[in-house]
């Protein structure tokens, strides 16, 4: 069973950071992507950032030049780093993974809301 699991969300006031951390209990080598998406109320879920087995990102342009997505030691492990954060950036951040195989694995969610 393939386990995902988010950490680090919670309140911060606008204009501060805050730290997301995913682990997935997925072998490494399997790994094709992981990234994370994010979906405020009456909201679709949309991709926040994103990061390849290669190393390549990409990013929301709502979120470019303030977040940063990179992996940990361990390439089953990936963070994101949002500084400058606004209002608009209140939301439940997901953790996704994909696989070479095709599949796609979630965690369950981390709150992350910002105060005015």
């Known amino acids: 069973q393939v386990q995902v699991v988010e950490s680090g969300g919670g309140l911060v006031q606008a204009g501060g950071s805050l730290r997301l951390s995913c682990s997935a209990s997925v072998r490494i080598f399997n790994i094709y992507a992981m990234g994370w998406y994010r979906q405020a109320p009456g909201s679709q879920r949309e991709l926040v950032a994103r990061?390849?087995?290669?190393?390549?990102?990409n990013y929301a342009d709502s979120v470019k030049g303030r977040f940063a997505i990179s992996r940990g030691n361990a390439q089953n492990f990936v963070n994101l780093q949002m500084n400058d954060v606004q209002p608009e950036d209140t939301a439940v951040y997901y953790c996704?993974?994909?696989?070479?195989?095709?599949?796609?694995?979630w965690g369950q969610g981390t709150q992350v809301t910002v105060s005015s």
């Open positions: 996704n993974v994909s696989t070479h195989f095709g599949a796609d694995y």
């Open positions: 990061i390849w087995s290669s190393g390549v990102t």
